[in-house]
């Protein structure tokens, strides 16, 4: 049955039932309240976000919040009586809430609060697969799941070196290992799609800060197609489907968006990443994800330019809605507000962090976003 989200979005009507009930993330209906009226849900939020409606206010997202960080912002209370020796999965969720973050990928949360590095085999432990569970009856953010993607599991499998050069001669035995890890990659995302995960980033760096790792056209002969193949399994699930590079992938955006990906991560400024030129290539269907370089501590080295880098990106990257029946000023849409690499680290500065919120971030502050630093 289809509930009348957009095709391709990756909120359709599930293809499938699995083992874990998932939210009505059309509930409630996913449009802007009132000026004053009750707020969205972080599931509600972003499921405006990603159909193109205007959401009360634009959405966060972020793979995870390292635990030095978790500190710095909830200072005593994440470690209550110093009975644990790290911030614990409360903890995560009080500075979460805090920072406004609507979604989250809880695996990679979970490896930075137990300190166990993810696993870069076939599937996914039955540890982090009972956490995506466990983390979905917490009432906080979405859950989000991040895999490796093809070009990465077959540069573990073969040694990248070695890959770029069979990318460059194409033996036979390229586009075995290519499939196999095609193979991989899906079946741990079905596997976390399984345990209850509400949306899906595939993590494949396929770019450098100044270009693609190998040509876009081999690229597009050899990877695009199989990472494809991971996207419409993700979305054959009814749940939004990411992917994420770091570098400069601008002359890829286009490819990956005709793969079936709904939504792109990342998008570096410093790589030369322009996201009007991102937002041009790839329409308006597409929910764009990132471009504020929080690490950047000598570009971004106060919470004001954060605002104004985030601002920026909002303008940049988001839809324009339809114009509201008040004449109101519109929230953009199709956008995401992140940092582009998506872990808020230790050495963050807590302001800086908080300077994303994006509660703060007034329709008035986004119609001048070079201003927005004041």
């Not at 083992?19 to 993330?25: C, K």
């Not at 137990?114 to 906080?140: F, N, Q, S, Y």
């Not at 036979?172 to 990659?185: C, I, K, Q, V």
Request: one cysteine or more; aromatic letters at 4%.
């Amino acid at each position: 049955m289809y509930h009348g989200y957009p095709r391709g979005t990756g909120f359709e009507s599930r293809t499938r039932e699995t083992s874990a009930p998932r939210r009505d993330l059309g509930n409630p209906p996913c449009r802007a309240p009132e000026r004053g009226g009750p707020e969205l849900t972080p599931a509600a939020r972003l499921a405006a976000a990603w159909t193109g409606r205007e959401p009360d206010r634009v959405p966060r997202l972020e793979f995870g919040l390292e635990p030095g960080f978790i500190e710095a912002l909830l200072g005593p209370a994440a470690r209550p009586g110093h009975r644990v020796a790290r911030p614990d999965r409360r903890a995560a969720l009080e500075a979460l809430a805090r920072l406004d973050i609507d979604a989250v990928c809880v695996n990679v949360q979970e490896a930075l609060l137990t300190g166990v590095p993810l696993p870069r085999g076939e599937t996914a432990p039955p540890g982090l697969l009972k956490a995506v569970a466990d983390w979905r009856g917490k009432g906080g953010p979405v859950a989000y799941c991040l895999v490796d993607g093809v070009f990465s599991r077959a540069a573990a499998a073969l040694g990248f070196e070695a890959l770029l050069m069979l990318l460059l001669e194409g033996p036979p035995g390229l586009a075995g290992a290519l499939d196999r890890a095609a193979a991989a990659a899906t079946r741990t995302a079905l596997a976390y799609l399984d345990a209850g995960a509400e949306g899906l980033i595939v993590a494949d760096d396929l770019a450098h800060a100044g270009a693609p790792f190998a040509s876009p056209t081999l690229l597009r002969r050899w990877v695009l197609p199989r990472l494809g193949e991971v996207a419409a399994a993700v979305r054959a699930r009814g749940v939004p489907c990411v992917f994420h590079s770091c570098g400069q992938v601008t002359h890829l955006v286009g490819d990956l968006a005709r793969a079936g990906f709904g939504g792109l991560h990342s998008l570096q400024p410093s790589a030369g990443v322009d996201l009007a030129v991102v937002r041009a290539t790839v329409g308006p269907d597409v929910c764009l994800m990132g471009n504020v370089e929080l690490d950047d501590l000598r570009t971004l080295d106060t919470p004001g330019r954060v605002r104004a880098a985030a601002a920026r990106a909002v303008v940049s990257g988001g839809v324009p809605p339809p114009a509201r029946p008040d004449g109101g000023q519109a929230i953009p849409t199709r956008f995401v507000l992140a940092s582009t690499s998506g872990i808020i680290r230790a050495q963050i500065p807590v302001q800086h962090a908080l300077a994303l919120r994006t509660a703060d971030l007034k329709p008035s502050r986004l119609d001048r976003p070079d201003g927005a630093a004041g």
